[in-house]
């Protein structure tokens, strides 16, 4: 398995959102890739990150709590 960065991380996960859909928000796009990435390297306790999981990060941003909590149209179908 390769790891990247976690900037890069964020970065790719953006990247890969906008290919999966529209980005209406690039910076709450990107608030919610930091987030992601945060929790996944403290939960695995690493400093490096998955890079399989970048995709998996950005399915998760269509259903983003942060969207939702705060009524923002962070992505449209």
């Not at 919610?32 to 950005?58: K, S």
Request: with cysteine; proline share 3%.
């Amino acid at each position: 398995m390769a790891y990247i960065s976690a900037e890069t991380a964020v970065a790719d996960i953006v990247t890969a959102a906008k290919t999966i859909g529209t980005v209406n928000n690039e910076a709450a796009a990107t608030l919610f890739a930091q987030h992601f990435v945060t929790y996944v390297l403290n939960y695995c306790n690493r400093n490096d990150f998955p890079e399989a999981c970048t995709l998996t990060g950005a399915a998760f941003s269509f259903v983003s709590p942060l969207a939702y909590k705060n009524s923002i149209s962070v992505f449209s179908l």
